[in-house]
């Protein structure tokens, strides 16, 4: 039994404790943005590409996962027939997942505007050959009747085809892109709307859990504490500053949160096996997040790593919807 599945099991016998809190490495952004999802280079040298080769992005996958302490590693399908191929997690407790599907809002190939446009259902991988039993499914509701039923209809079909073929999921639902709803209503109606979409189904039908954005802990807590039974985790968002990261799973955690998967963050860190660190370090209550920023750069010092920020700069809080309760 890998980490993840002990820690689900607990969380299901109501015996799970802050140290159950599970952490997923997103590396499915090839599926969202292609070459420029696969991160900067440190130095890229004159007409080189300022991305990462795919063999560097590879490379790096391996290096979190021998590390061992994010709980999921959540690929394209591409990337885990390499890693498996590569037998990158013999030795290791980290599960292996999947991007499931792959919705147009996700979509961000340089000068397109997909994102700006309504979220239309589609699906690239086949859970047939998934190569695992766990995948990421996602959803985005606009407050369009005829886009959301199509997103419960495409939702509706993927859950038929994971019964027959044995395949568990957790769900991401995508706060709405079109400007139909108003962004201060943003946490009440996907609160709503995930709560709804799910009323209608069977346990043995639910996600493993959720992944959603933090609209605030308000907005979070009651989510969190409509069932208990469901397991409601955060999603990353964009880079943002060391802090950012860190305050965003603490308080996160302190509304109910117990489960992360962040991606941008992760990617961009000059250091993301530090950074990693850092986050558990935030999870099992022994460091706080300014704490945790000081103990990150402290540790870019001593391996000699250039910070991407002075430390006083990345200290500091600078998304809105955590300023007002910020540690």
Known sequence: MNRYEEKIARMRASKDTRYDFILADAKD?????????MGNRRNPRAGQSLFRTRPQYLSE??????????????????????????????????????????????????????????????????????????????????????????????????REEAKINGFSYFLEVFNPNEGHIAPEDFGVF??????????????EEKPVFLKVPFNGSEAFAELCEYDPSVI??????????????LELIHQ?????????????????????????????RVTDGD????????FYHDGLARKGIATLRPTDVDSQVTESVLLERAA
């Open 29 to 37: 952004s090839d599926m969202a943005a292609g070459i420029s999802a």
């Open 61 to 158: 996958i391996q290096s979190i996962i021998r590390q061992d302490i994010v709980d999921i590693m959540l690929t394209s399908v591409s990337i885990l027939e390499d890693l498996l191929e590569r037998d990158a997690f013999d030795g290791t407790k980290v599960k292996t997942a999947i991007r499931a599907n792959d919705t147009t809002d996700l979509w961000r190939g340089r000068g397109g505007h997909y994102r700006s446009q309504k979220s239309v259902p589609f699906r690239s991988a086949s859970l047939e050959r998934a190569q695992t039993n766990l995948g990421l499914y996602s959803m985005t509701f606009n407050g369009d009747v005829d886009q959301d039923t199509l997103a419960l209809e495409e939702f509706a079909r993927f």
């Open 190 to 203: 996907l609160n709503d709307m995930v709560t709804r979409a799910l009323a209608g189904l069977r346990k």
């Open 232 to 245: 409601v985790g955060i999603m990353g968002g964009g880079s943002g500053t060391t802090r950012d990261c």
């Open 252 to 280: 996160a955690q302190n509304s109910g949160a117990r489960a992360a998967l962040f991606g941008r963050k992760i990617v961009d860190a000059a250091d993301p096996l530090l950074l990693i660190e850092a986050m558990r």
């Open 287 to 294: 460091l706080s997040p300014n704490e945790a920023t000081h």
